[in-house]
C-alpha cells in the first residue's frame, strides 16, 4: 500500500492539475511497458474520485477518436483515498472537500458537485478501484463504461460510490454479470488492485492523471497532470511521428453516437464549437426532444435522447 504523509490527495492542485500521494521511492527504470497490439501504448494511472482526471475526460476522448487507430490506453487504478486517517494539506475531514471541488468544477469546466462531501461522503476510494478491477476481470469495454459510470455518480449525482449497494447499481446498469462482479469485487479484484499499486509506485507515480506514451520499443513520454489536448497529442507524435489524425465528425449525433453522455465541454472540444455557444445548441436539441439532460450544482451532462446502445457495443469511453 501506498502511505500518504505530507500531502493531501483530495487538495487537486488546480495550476499543475495534479492530485497528488506521497512520492513514491522508486523511479521510472522499467522498460516493460512497450506497445503490442498497437503502436503506442499509453499506460493511465488515475481514480474514480480524482477530480483533475475528470478534468482531462474531453483531451481524452478527443485523442481515442483522433488516434485511435494508433493507441492502447490501459488503465491502472492509483489508490487516490485509502483513508481519513490523516490531517494535512489543508483538508482533515470530508467536509473539507466540498469547497475544493468546486473549485475545480469551475477551473476545468467540467460539472462537479462537491455536496456529496457534506451529505454522503465517501470514506475511501478503494471500494470503486476494486470494482473497476472486478469489471476488467469480464470485459474491458465495460470496464470502462462503469468507470465513466461511476464518476459521473460521484461528481454530478452526488453518491457515495464507496458503497456496495451504489457500485452493484452502476455495475448492473453497464451491463456486468452481477453474481461475477460481486464474486471477484470480493476475490480476485483486490489483488489486482494491489499490482496496480505497485506498478505506480515502481513507475514513481505520485500523482494522477499520469499518463506514459510508450512506443514498441520501450521508449517513454510521461505527461504529468491535466493539460491541453496539444501536449496529450504531441507526447503521442512523439513516440510515432508518422501518426496521422482522423478528422472528427462534428455532428450531434455523430458525437452522440459514439458517447451516450457529454457535458458541455466534452461536447465543445469535440465539435469545435465555441464554449459560449455549446449549451445554447445542446439546449435546442432538448427542447426539440433529441436529448435529455441532467443539470447539476456546477454543470450538465447532456444524454441521447433515444435508448443507447448496450455497453461495449459500438460506444467509446
Known sequence: MIEIKNSNPLLCDIETGMCEIDDASVKLEDTSIAAADKLVKIIYFTDPICSSCWGIEPQLRKLKLEYGEYIQVEYRMGGLLPDWNYNSGGISKPSDVAPHWDEVSEHYDMPIDG????????????????????????????????????????????????KWENLAVAAKAVGLDMEAFERDSNGNAEALFKEDLNFA??????????????????NQEKVYGTKPYSVY?????????????KDIDPTWKNLFGKYKTL?????????????????????KLVDEGNLTKLVSKNGVLWMRGITPQPPGRGLFV
Do not use: C
Open 201 to 218: 509506485a515502481s513507475l514513481g507515480v505520485r500523482g494522477f492523471p499520469t499518463m506514459f506514451f510508450a512506443d514498441q520499443e520501450g
Open 115 to 162: 455536496d456529496v462531501w457534506l451529505e454522503d461522503p465517501l470514506h475511501s476510494s478503494y471500494p470503486p478501484s476494486i470494482a473497476f478491477k472486478a469489471a476488467q476481470l469480464q470485459d474491458e469495454g465495460k470496464a470502462l463504461h462503469l468507470l465513466r459510470e461511476l464518476r459521473e455518480m460521484v461528481f454530478l449525482k452526488k453518491i457515495n460510490i464507496a
Open 233 to 245: 497529442e504531441s507526447a503521442l507524435l512523439k513516440q510515432l511521428p508518422d501518426a496521422v489524425k
Open 263 to 283: 457535458t458541455s465541454k466534452e461536447f465543445s472540444e469535440l465539435s469545435q464549437t465555441p464554449r459560449n455557444e455549446t449549451d445554447a445548441i445542446l439546449q
